[in-house]
């Protein structure tokens, strides 16, 4: 392994040493996704990867055993209702690509349903020669709950990238839609107005797309007609994130919708009205949310209306047509505190549904409205672990739920509003032995006092000796929450064989609300590294560990985590593992839906943001004479949302340098990094035969 990298590092030696600089940058040629030179670049580290991998005894027993996990026929069967059919999209040994099916609500209670294929990928693929991932659906609504669901899109991927291709689908024949709605490969939405009508924003040309590369126009569409005669209904800016349209019937009646995205956090709302926009008068940071005939909003900044100033991260209520009419007094269904949020609003045919985080702990409340006032209740569940909401459905008060952690396999369960008690329908069989497996929640203090939450999963007893080998996940950006989750992909890989498992709950994070994710934002985002920081020197002073057998893990955003974490405090860390990462923050900006997240980073181009952005871009902030643990790079070339430019660059620039970095870039995946579960099981299985070998206790 060591030649090859020499071999490698001895070839790098002989490019020029420039200083790395986002406009004139000598690895730029890395950034052609398929270009031969980059491919064959490409390909030349998968095969020191793969030899790596393939030499050492820990990768391809725990590359079965993850394989049999994926795979395996115990797992929960996810489904999403639609009349009176339960829909699920299913993958296996024997349907790699996977199964679009449904059941009955009496067949899904059953510990083996019986289950009505409607497509079938691999066969779909097979007939067409692509390689076609599944991506979901939109289908469209029937006037009342008696009415069978018919009419879908589906959207199709090739090899899992963002973009797809959209096709006409017929439910009850199970099959697509003969001179039916198609749109050919591009970012885009299609959202149904009416059987014979959709609105389409997509790729329609020159100008049509915005700089972040989602459609800036949208156009309502008709049947038996080409998509060159659709008609405009609204045009957005080039420097917008994207524009898009749709319609809902939650009065009963059908509303139309217009969304203007602006930023990745602003957007502009507007509501058809006898054949004119109507704005709706709210923040454009704000949520709008129809549910029957009142507008839920969410906030995400202090918002004073009507004399009354309601604090970022609240739920609001008013009647719909009131507020149209210039009405502005609001009910709050939800007001947040300072160590308690919202993590998930859901709505079922009388009720809202709020699943809060009080402390990163989770509790659910069902909110309904008697004519008179809004009434709230809590629902009587451990607040411990994860709780997430799924399975509401518009015409019905039932709804599924699960409930997870470390050590705990994910319960199904569904539930009545207003019932006295849920019932526990389904449960992931334990894929690895938990015994012992507790977890902790302690605080880190950040560099500027701030208390750090973060998790620790580790069997009882552990003696706090810094021997212990410990894997330190984060996220830190986008509002996203991270809570405790079952996985026996991670159980096999990591806990099971002995190894400490920490989840942070950092700054850029949705865990304490709106408040919590833009104190991280922009020319603050260094407070994430900072606390990823203080989270590890917390962990090595309560004696869980230490820096030899510390190693960091993150995906996209949390790849842009790991790797500045990385080049700021090297000395804390004994491995790295950066997944689909962001990395050239000088440069991301241009690179596919970059220019979608100035919003939480910057603009490059501004040279105020510009200098802050710098200060932390690992690319151009990695140094020749500093030591830093082993990186792990994993990308993939099908990315199209974040470009794999940022980890091929990063990985021949530290070469360069004479840093060992070890990088497998997945041709297809897109932003999963993986396919299908072939490709997930050999993903994870290099990952963590990665961390053993770096962090094993030596």
Not at 431 to 454: H, W
Not at 635 to 663: C, E, F, I
Request: charged residues 25%; aromatic residues 10%; proline residues 6%.
């Amino acid at each position: 392994m060591r030649t090859f990298h020499h071999c490698l590092l001895l070839l790098a030696l002989l490019m020029p040493m420039t200083p790395v600089m986002a406009d004139d940058d000598p690895h730029l040629w890395l950034e052609d996704v398929t270009g031969d030179k980059a491919l064959a670049w490409v390909r030349a580290q998968n095969a020191v990867a793969e030899k790596e991998f393939a030499a050492d005894p820990r990768f391809e027993p725990l590359r079965r055993s993850l394989l049999d996990v994926l795979n395996s026929r115990e797992r929960i069967p996810t489904v999403s209702r639609m009349g009176d059919h339960y829909y699920n999209f299913w993958r296996d040994a024997a349907n790699p690509r996977g199964l679009w099916r449904r059941t009955t609500l009496a067949e899904y209670r059953k510990p083996a349903p019986a289950w009505d294929v409607v497509l079938d990928l691999d066969a779909l693929g097979k007939a067409e020669n692509e390689n076609w991932v599944f991506k979901g659906s939109d289908c469209l609504r029937p006037d009342t709950p008696a009415q069978p669901y018919r009419r879908c899109m589906l959207a199709l991927s090739r090899g899992g990238a963002d973009a797809t291709v959209m096709r006409e689908f017929d439910l009850i024949d199970k099959a697509f839609v003969k001179d039916g709605f198609v749109l050919p490969e591009a970012k885009q939405d299609i959202n149904w107005r009416d059987l014979d009508t959709v609105w389409v924003g997509t790729d329609f040309g020159p100008g049509s797309m915005t700089t972040s590369g989602y459609p800036r126009i949208v156009k309502r569409w008709q049947r038996g007609t080409p998509l060159t005669a659709a008609t405009m209904v609204y045009e957005g800016q080039m420097t917008d994130v994207s524009v898009s349209a749709s319609s809902e019937r939650e009065s009963g009646t059908r509303r139309d919708w217009i969304r203007r995205g602006i930023a990745f956090w602003n957007s502009e709302h507007f509501v058809l009205v006898d054949g004119k926009s109507v704005k709706l008068d709210i923040p454009a940071d704000a949520n709008p949310q129809p549910f029957n005939d009142w507008l839920l909003v969410r906030t995400r900044s202090p918002w004073t209306v009507a004399g009354t100033t309601h604090p970022g991260g609240a739920l609001l209520a008013i009647r719909f047509d009131a507020f149209l009419k210039g009405a502005r007094g609001f009910d709050v269904l939800y007001a947040p505190t300072a160590r308690s949020s919202i993590d998930e609003v859901r709505q079922t045919k009388s009720a809202v549904l709020v699943a809060e985080l009080d402390n990163v702990r989770p509790r659910l409340w069902e909110i309904r409205h008697d004519g008179k006032a809004w009434n709230k209740s809590r629902v009587d569940l451990p607040d411990a672990g994860q709780l997430n909401l799924g399975g509401t459905y518009w015409a019905s008060d039932d709804y599924f739920f699960t409930r997870q952690d470390f050590a705990t396999p994910t319960t199904l369960s569904m539930r009545r509003v207003g019932a006295r008690a849920s019932t526990a329908l389904k449960s992931l069989p334990a894929f690895f032995d938990a015994t012992g497996i507790v977890t902790r929640q302690f605080e880190a203090t950040s560099q500027d006092g701030t208390r750090i939450p973060y998790f620790i999963a580790l069997r009882e007893g552990t003696k706090l000796d810094g021997s212990h080998p410990t894997l330190l996940y984060g996220y830190g950006g986008f509002a996203n929450s991270e809570l405790p989750w079952y996985s026996g992909s991670f159980g096999r890989g990591w806990l099971a064989p002995g190894g400490v498992f920490a989840l942070a709950n950092l700054r850029g994070g949705g865990e304490f609300g709106p408040q919590w994710h833009q104190a991280a934002q922009k020319e603050n985002k260094q407070r994430t590294w900072d606390d990823m920081a203080a989270v590890a020197e917390d962990m090595i002073k309560r004696g869980i560990t230490s820096p030899k057998h510390l190693g960091i893990m993150g995906g996209s955003q949390g790849g842009l985590l790991v790797t500045a974490t990385m080049v700021q405090r090297p000395d804390l860390f004994g491995a790295v593992v950066s997944q689909v990462p962001l990395i050239d923050m000088l440069r991301y900006h241009k690179l596919l839906a970059g220019a979608s997240w100035m919003a939480e980073y910057g603009d490059p181009d501004k040279p105020e943001e510009r200098a802050y952005i710098a200060r932390y871009s690992p690319y151009q902030n990695v140094k020749k004479d500093a030591t830093y643990p082993r990186l792990f790079l994993v990308t993939s070339t099908r990315d199209d949302r974040v470009h794999p430019g940022h980890a091929r660059k990063m990985a021949t620039r530290m070469q360069q340098m004479g840093h060992d970095v070890l990088y497998f870039e997945n041709i297809e995946g897109g932003h999963g990094a993986a396919a299908n579960n072939e490709q997930a099981a050999r993903m994870w299985a290099q990952t963590f035969t990665f961390l053993w070998k770096e962090l094993g206790r030596r």
